[in-house]
């Protein structure tokens, strides 16, 4: 359970985030909406704690963040940048295995399987011997969500709701792995492993993935709830400041899409 | 075997030999059998090789202390290059970019110049004395450094090379300042301390110098994966439940302590802590739990060979081993940078 009490953060005297009230208590899958310079990848910090609010007070599991140590946090929550370039020449199966560097020695066993089992998840055997700097942009975001989900692994039958933070994750990644990171993490939050909070700008795919939406406009949230409460066209149409609507093809499936000039001359046929 | 096995297993053969070469050469030369002869009689085996006392104190009195230097000395620069390099993910930094040497340098210089007019710098011998200035000065120039790299109480790590760089011209100009103050018995001094030598070790100080190298030594080796994982970044790192902060802290002080102790008991030497960890990156790839025992090891083999050159190029003179360092690292630093170039341009 992720509780922030009025959580707010600016620097210079520049408010960046006005205060917001947050909670999560069961797996769910959480999408942060907004155009840019919302707040949104600095909402996502304050409550994995990558920075530390300048008020208000963020709790994991009832215990507030700064009485947990940074070790036994990582145990329960893994974070993916939007960017990532490394300094070393490592190769992307040293990548992998500094997740688990945390876990004992004696859990070999239990290391080498899981990483074996995020390898053929995530396809990603014919990268392991590669470097990771040589790799495309793609393949960089998919070997990090390697990394952050080997983070949270861990033995045994009973686990609390873990937390996976990802921040624009389908930066550079193809049609096809933009979708398969999403079924992943879907999976993910499915399977009961721990709930999913991800920062995308893809109102399609948002609306076809989340359970729970937080729209953010300058710095404050707009609203926060289900996808259908959240997502109507008018909102979105405002908070984008542009003109968005609502389309439903033959089987029922919902689009968004913009409307134009083009697309009115279609309709009229 | 694995493959980094036989590197390991290589580089400890190739400093055993260095190591034993580097008794046995020099003005006097005493063949390999009665190096080893005369380390079993010291402790108290008697062999029956006709071992003279001339060569008796040659190899225990002067040249083991020496070659015990040149190996602590070249693995502790070498150790502080890798690990200062992996903090700050930079592969162009050293112990001197961060003002270690020149600090030192500093302090020696007013230690050789001021010691005639204050009597009471000199604690123990002139010797000890002078190293005790010169790892004070380097601990001092090094916290400053790192206080101004300091930002909301986190180390900066762009700030800390541009506060080095300014340090080391300002400490460098003082140094400078005194050269042209000192007489030319001072001067002679200070050009040879700067250049770095070997020549003071002797038998007492060994062991202050171990302690100064390995300890420290240790417990970077202990942070080899910490090392590892900031190569992911510092953001990463912390998310993956490690404590940047303290991790940096502990390098910058284990390396001030490592080459705090090597300058000031040999002078500044360059190069080793830069050159050695590249070399060594590209037998046994960037993973610390390799690099930094390799370096060390290579560190010493490098200076032993270094020493080696520097004893017996221009018989009976000593050439200063920073030269000799100097001269064997450029070509090598020079390729770096080519190497990098090329990489980043792609």
């Known amino acids: 359970m992720i509780e922030a009490e009025n959580i707010a953060f600016g620097v210079k005297g520049k408010q960046i985030l006005q205060p917001v009230n947050f909670k999560t208590d069961q797996e769910e899958f959480i999408v942060i909406l907004g155009p840019n310079g919302a707040g949104k990848s600095t909402l996502v910090k304050l409550l994995s704690n990558g920075l530390k609010p300048t008020s208000g007070r963020v709790s994991y599991y009832g215990k507030e963040l700064k009485e947990w140590t940074l070790d036994n946090l990582a145990k329960y929550r893994a974070y993916m940048h939007q960017e990532s370039m490394i300094a070393s020449s490592f190769t992307v199966r040293e990548v992998l295995e500094m997740a688990r560097y945390r876990y004992p020695e004696t859990k070999h066993f239990f290391n080498k399987s899981v990483i074996g089992k995020i390898v053929t998840e995530l396809n990603l055997e014919a990268l392991l011997d590669l470097e990771f700097n040589f790799l495309s942009g793609g393949e960089k975001q998919r070997v990090q969500f390697g990394r952050v989900l080997l983070q949270l692994e861990s033995e045994g039958e009973i686990q609390p709701v873990k937390y996976l933070f990802l921040d624009e994750p389908l930066n550079n990644l193809d049609v096809r792995y933009q979708i398969e990171l999403l079924k992943y993490a879907r999976k993910f939050v499915d399977d009961k492993r721990g709930s999913v909070i991800v920062v995308m700008h893809d109102i399609n795919l948002c609306y076809q993935y989340a359970d729970r939406v937080l729209l953010m406009q300058k710095g404050k949230v707009v609203m926060d709830g289900t996808v259908q409460e959240v997502m109507s066209p008018h909102l979105l149409s405002e908070t984008y400041q542009i003109e968005l609507e609502q389309i439903q093809s033959l089987d029922g499936e919902i689009f968004y899409r913009h409307i134009s000039y083009s697309s009115n001359l279609l309709d009229v046929q | ?346």
């Open chain 2, 1 to 346: 075997m694995s493959r980094q096995g036989i590197i390991g297993l290589s580089l400890l053969v190739l400093l055993i030999v260095c190591f034993v070469v580097n008794l046995s050469v020099g003005n006097v030369n005493v063949p390999i059998s009665h190096v080893f002869g005369s380390l079993i009689e010291k402790i108290g085996i008697s062999t029956d090789l006709k071992i003279t006392d001339i060569e008796y104190h040659v190899v225990y009195n002067i040249r083991f202390p020496r070659a015990v230097y040149s190996c602590l000395i070249g693995a502790g620069l070498a150790v502080s290059g890798a690990a200062l390099q992996g903090i700050f993910r930079n592969p162009l930094v050293d112990s001197a970019l961060i003002g270690i040497s020149t600090g030192a340098s500093l302090f020696a210089s007013l230690f050789i110049l001021f010691n005639g007019l204050v009597p009471w710098l000199i604690i123990f011998n002139e010797g000890l004395s002078l190293s005790i200035v010169a790892f004070l000065g380097a601990s001092i120039v090094a916290f400053i450094v790192y206080r101004l790299s300091l930002s909301n109480g986190e180390i900066n790590s762009l700030t800390l090379i541009l506060a080095g760089i300014a340090l080391n011209a300002l400490t460098a100009s003082l140094t400078g300042l005194l050269t042209f103050f000192a007489t030319d018995d001072e001067l002679r001094d200070l050009t040879f301390w700067t250049l770095g030598s070997l020549g003071s070790a002797n038998n007492d100080s060994v062991l202050l110098l171990a302690v100064f190298t390995i300890v420290p030594m240790s417990i970077i080796f202990f942070q080899a994966k910490s090392l590892n994982v900031l190569a992911l970044g510092e953001s990463n790192a912390q998310y993956m439940g490690y404590k940047v902060k303290t991790i940096k802290l502990l390098v910058i002080i284990c390396s001030t302590c490592m080459v705090g102790a090597a300058v000031s008991m040999a002078g500044v030497i360059g190069f080793i802590g830069l050159v050695v960890p590249h070399i060594i990156r590209t037998v046994s790839g960037p993973n610390h739990k390799l690099l930094l025992p390799f370096s060390a090891f290579f560190g010493a083999i490098l200076l032993s060979c270094a020493d080696m050159i520097s004893r017996t190029i221009l018989p009976p003179t000593e050439v200063p081993i920073g030269i000799i360092t100097a001269l064997m690292g450029t070509p090598v630093f020079i390729a770096i940078i080519f190497k990098h170039k090329r990489k980043f341009s792609v």
